[in-house]
Each structure stands twice: as structure tokens, then as C-alpha cells.
């Protein structure tokens, strides 16, 4: 039988994309040998690259299927002599990179190397594909998306409670444009239920702007997927992804989303979304936010688009074809 084996970043990484291949090596554990591990190690120093690299080393598959599914670039490094796959979701480790010798450390460690080293490459987004390829060009890159909705997320009926609706933002951290989100809501009879930690300068504008709210973090699966149910309409106003998961897993839902349009979450929204231009344009955004809220046909429009857009990212699709890449 077949081995794959998945190593994935520290826990105290956060869960985002372990649970983004969550569904997909769910649907793989029905047909073949899985085996998951997330690295001991978090950051960038030299000690905790090596450790992480021999970790993998000591883990893998030498007749199967190694795949490193995200951040941890460097664990390829764990897997020459083996069949490999990397996954990479953006070029953040380049684009945060303080200076210049960092970021010449991060190109080698964490872009050249691994691309080259990697029997298979797989950037998640074409938008992702033409940045990484700013960097380093190989023949073994290419696209593909792991990402699938969990088979938990259907379509769940829900009523929305045009009075007082609770709106669902995922995500504080900066390029999640949690403020736009919080400056357009200001005035608005709402809920805001925002999740992920807020910081404190966050608070600190949500209760100057008198924005009714509420935060959760550190969620099960089961209360996210609670969260999503008693969402009115979800919001991801985000500057910049590697993807998107909160869109499609909406959409799953039956909730109308507001995103923006840019590469990559138009592409994970679909035809006929609802789209910000400008997501730090707070009128634009107030404007959308509004009809959606008032137009029930326009609400309709949107969450119908939506759950036939998502078709595409279900598990037995993904699977089938990540089984034919290999």
C-alpha cells in the first residue's frame, strides 16, 4: 500500500495550515497509509532549522510519499534521497525579512533550496506561482491546491437577523484588515464576532467607535464550525493571502461573503462574489456591507454563487487529483 507522511509546522505555529490539508489527508487515510507530524521546533534560528531538518530526517518515508506541507520549507532539506513534495502558500518569510541578510538567509533556506531540491513543487495559487518565481524558476513548480472543504462544512439554513446580524471576521493579524473591518461598522446596529486574539490597539478602536463586539480565540473545530452557523454574512477584507480558507468554508455554509478582489481570494471566491475594489476603502466597503444586509435577492445571488463555486475544492476532487500528480 501506498505511505504518505505530512510534516507541518510547530504547533505553536498555529493551525491554519494544518487545517487546510486537514480534509485532504482525511480523505487519503480511506484509501492508504498516513502518517502526520508537526516539527518540535519554531523560528528561524540555525539550531532549531537543523533540528527540525533531522527530525524529518529521522521521520520520513524512504519507500512513500514525503510531504512538506507549508512554512517549513526548509525541512526538504530532511528528504533528499526520498520522494518529496513542497507546498508553499505565499513569500512571506522573503517580504517580512528585516534586512538584507536576512532575507538572502530566507531566500536560501526557505525559496532556493527547497524548490530545487523538491522533486515537486507546488505553489497553491497562480498568484502564488508568479511570486515565488520573482525568486527561483524550476521545471518541477507548478500549481495545485490542496485545500478542500471539510466534509463537516454543508449547508447549514440560516435566517438572517436583519435587525442586529452577526458578522464573522477570521484573522487579526495585519494583512487581515481588521480595522477597515471595525471603521466600517461604526454607526452599523450589528454584532461583530471576531476570531483569532485582538490586540489591544483593536479593542482600543472597536470600543472608540462604539462597534458592538465580541472576541473568541483558541477555538475547537467544532466552535468554529459553530461560528460559521450563526454568522449572518462573513467578512474577509484581507490585503494580502497565500489563499483564503475562511471563503470557501462560508460559502460551504450557505453564508454570503464580502472579500476583496485580488489575487488570490477572488480566484477562491468564484464568479459572481461579492467583491471589494478597495478593501481599505471604508465607504466601498460600507456600501457593500449594506446591500447585502438589505437586497434579500442580491443575499441570494451571492450565497447560491457561492455554494456552487465551492464544488471544486470538496475532498474527493482534491484527492483525485493529487493522487494523478504523483
Same mark, same amino acid.
Not at 490586540?199 to 472576541?215: G, I
Not at 475547537?220 to 493571502?241: N, R
Given at each position: 500500500?501506498?505511505?504518505?507522511?505530512?510534516?507541518?509546522?510547530?504547533?505553536?505555529?498555529?493551525?491554519?495550515?494544518?487545517?487546510?490539508?486537514?480534509?485532504?489527508?482525511?480523505?487519503?487515510?480511506?484509501?492508504?497509509?498516513?502518517?502526520?507530524?508537526?516539527?518540535?521546533?519554531?523560528?528561524?534560528?540555525?539550531?532549531?532549522?537543523?533540528?527540525?531538518?533531522?527530525?524529518?530526517?529521522?521521520?520520513?518515508?524512504?519507500?512513500?510519499?514525503?510531504?512538506?506541507?507549508?512554512?517549513i520549507?526548509?525541512?526538504?532539506?530532511?528528504?533528499?534521497?526520498?520522494?518529496?513534495?513542497?507546498?508553499?502558500?505565499?513569500?512571506y518569510?522573503?517580504?517580512?525579512?528585516?534586512?538584507?541578510?536576512?532575507?538572502?538567509?530566507?531566500?536560501?533556506?526557505?525559496?532556493?533550496?527547497?524548490?530545487?531540491?523538491?522533486?515537486? *513543487? &507546488?505553489?497553491?495559487?497562480?498568484?502564488? @506561482?508568479? !511570486?515565488?518565481?520573482?525568486? /527561483?524558476?524550476?521545471?518541477?513548480?507548478?500549481? #495545485?491546491t490542496?485545500?478542500?472543504?471539510?466534509?463537516?462544512?454543508?449547508?447549514?439554513?440560516?435566517?438572517?437577523?436583519?435587525?442586529?446580524?452577526?458578522?464573522?471576521?477570521?484573522?487579526?493579524?495585519?494583512?487581515?484588515?481588521?480595522?477597515?473591518?471595525?471603521?466600517?461598522?461604526?454607526?452599523?446596529?450589528?454584532?461583530?464576532?471576531?476570531?483569532?486574539?485582538?490586540?489591544?490597539a483593536?479593542?482600543?478602536?472597536?470600543?472608540?467607535?462604539?462597534?458592538?463586539?465580541?472576541?473568541?480565540?483558541?477555538? *475547537? &473545530?467544532?466552535?468554529?464550525?459553530?461560528? @460559521?452557523? !450563526?454568522?449572518?454574512?462573513? /467578512?474577509?477584507?484581507?490585503?494580502?493571502?497565500? #489563499?483564503?480558507?475562511?471563503?470557501?468554508?462560508?460559502?460551504?455554509?450557505?453564508?454570503?461573503?464580502?472579500?476583496?478582489?485580488?489575487?488570490?481570494?477572488?480566484?477562491?471566491?468564484?464568479?459572481?462574489?461579492?467583491?471589494?475594489?478597495?478593501?481599505?476603502?471604508?465607504?466601498?466597503?460600507?456600501?457593500?456591507?449594506?446591500?447585502?444586509?438589505?437586497?434579500?435577492?442580491?443575499?441570494?445571488?451571492?450565497?447560491?454563487?457561492?455554494?456552487?463555486?465551492?464544488?471544486?475544492?470538496?475532498?474527493?476532487?482534491?484527492v483525485e487529483?493529487?493522487?494523478?500528480?504523483?
Amino acid at each position: 500500500m501506498m505511505e504518505f507522511v505530512f510534516f507541518h509546522r510547530a504547533t505553536c505555529c498555529g493551525h491554519s495550515i494544518t487545517r487546510s490539508f486537514a480534509p485532504l489527508i482525511a480523505e487519503l487515510k480511506k484509501r492508504y497509509l498516513v502518517r502526520e507530524y508537526n516539527v518540535p521546533y519554531a523560528g528561524a534560528h540555525p539550531l532549531n532549522i537543523l533540528r527540525n531538518i533531522l527530525f524529518v530526517r529521522k521521520h520520513r518515508s524512504k519507500t512513500g510519499v514525503n510531504h512538506v506541507t507549508g512554512d517549513i520549507h526548509y525541512c526538504i532539506l530532511g528528504l533528499m534521497g526520498v520522494q518529496s513534495i513542497l507546498t508553499v502558500h505565499d513569500d512571506y518569510a522573503i517580504i517580512k525579512a528585516p534586512n538584507v541578510w536576512n532575507r538572502i538567509y530566507k531566500w536560501i533556506f526557505w525559496i532556493y533550496l527547497p524548490i530545487k531540491l523538491a522533486d515537486r *513543487t &507546488d505553489c497553491i495559487t497562480e498568484e502564488t @506561482y508568479r !511570486k515565488v518565481r520573482r525568486y /527561483v524558476h524550476s521545471r518541477k513548480m507548478g500549481v #495545485f491546491t490542496p485545500h478542500a472543504v471539510d466534509v463537516g462544512y454543508h449547508f447549514f439554513p440560516h435566517q438572517l437577523d436583519k435587525s442586529c446580524p452577526r458578522i464573522l471576521q477570521i484573522g487579526t493579524d495585519p494583512q487581515k484588515n481588521l480595522e477597515s473591518t471595525i471603521r466600517m461598522l461604526a454607526g452599523q446596529k450589528c454584532h461583530l464576532r471576531v476570531v483569532r486574539e485582538m490586540t489591544p490597539a483593536q479593542h482600543k478602536l472597536a470600543r472608540a467607535l462604539n462597534v458592538n463586539y465580541s472576541n473568541v480565540y483558541n477555538l *475547537t &473545530d467544532e466552535e468554529m464550525l459553530q461560528e @460559521y452557523e !450563526k454568522a449572518d454574512i462573513v /467578512v474577509f477584507p484581507s490585503i494580502y493571502e497565500g #489563499f483564503g480558507m475562511p471563503i470557501m468554508e462560508a460559502q460551504a455554509i450557505g453564508r454570503a461573503v464580502i472579500t476583496t478582489r485580488r489575487a488570490p481570494m477572488d480566484w477562491v471566491a468564484g464568479k459572481d462574489a461579492a467583491l471589494l475594489d478597495n478593501p481599505l476603502d471604508i465607504q466601498e466597503y460600507r456600501t457593500l456591507f449594506e446591500r447585502l444586509v438589505r437586497d434579500d435577492n442580491y443575499r441570494a445571488q451571492v450565497i447560491v454563487a457561492g455554494l456552487e463555486n465551492v464544488k471544486r475544492f470538496r475532498p474527493e476532487m482534491v484527492v483525485e487529483r493529487y493522487i494523478s500528480r504523483i
